[in-house]
Structure formats: C-alpha cells, structure tokens
C-alpha cells in the first residue's frame, strides 16, 4: 500500500481500565480479491482526510487480511462518538464508495479491551509450567 502521510505510526492498544474515555471499533470489510489494494488505498485516504475531522475521533489503523479482508481498529471518545460519525453527512459518500469493492456485509464491533499481555522473559520454571498447563496431546 502507499502511504499517503510519510510520518511514522504507531498505534497502542490500551485495556479499557487504564483509560477512562477511549471506545474501541474493530470494523472488518470483506473485500472481493480483485479490490484488495484499491480498498485498501480508499480506506486510509479517508482515514487521513476525512475522519480524523469527526468529532470524537482518536486513531485508526488499517489491517489487511490474507482473507481477503480489510480491518479498521478505531479509537474513540464514546460511543455515541461512533453513531454520530456513522450519521455524518460525509460519511454517505464514503459508505457509497466502499459498497461496490465490497464482497459480503461489513462486521462492525464496540469492543472492550479486556487485558492486554505483553512478553515477558521466560524463565526455564516458566516454559515447565506452561507445558504442564497445556493439553496432554494422544
């Protein structure tokens, strides 16, 4: 994909008991093969133009999938942050250009980040215990 804004990106996901006004939105488009890229560069056009005006708006990144899907993971204020956004005028030309790259109906979820692991150096005690805690194989 080309990038549209050159500056490096990094997005952090945050459990939701560490921030007290952060809603996640995971949005997954599955896409017909042949419109991969083309989704993909529509997506993040939008998302460095458009979107990032919306009131509520925190940060997104896009993902695209061996499935032949593209993932959105949006922070927001709240959730009416999402519905507002979702009622935007603008948003009726971006929807009506997605549909035609799309091959299936969009998945959108508000989800909670539960808990957030991060690696840790393992320690021999460490792997012993994961493997007794691991499902005996027959």
């Not at 990032?52 to 593209?70: D, E, Y």
């Amino acid at each position: 994909m080309k990038t549209l804004n050159s500056r490096p990106r990094q997005m952090t996901i945050v459990a939701d008991g560490d921030r007290h006004s952060t809603v996640t939105e995971v949005v997954k488009l599955p896409v017909k093969p042949e419109n991969l890229q083309r989704m993909l560069d529509y997506v993040q056009k939008w998302h460095e133009t458009i979107i990032p005006g919306l009131p509520g708006f925190q940060g997104a990144a896009l993902l695209s999938s061996t499935t032949n899907a593209v993932l959105i993971y949006l922070h927001w204020n709240s959730k009416e942050a999402i519905v507002d956004a979702s009622h935007d005028s603008r948003m009726a030309s971006y929807f009506a250009g997605l549909l035609p790259m799309l091959s299936s109906s969009p998945e959108v979820h508000v989800c909670s980040v539960e808990k957030v692991i991060e690696p840790k150096q393992q320690s021999a005690h460490m792997e012993e215990e994961l493997a007794e805690a691991a499902p005996a194989r027959a």
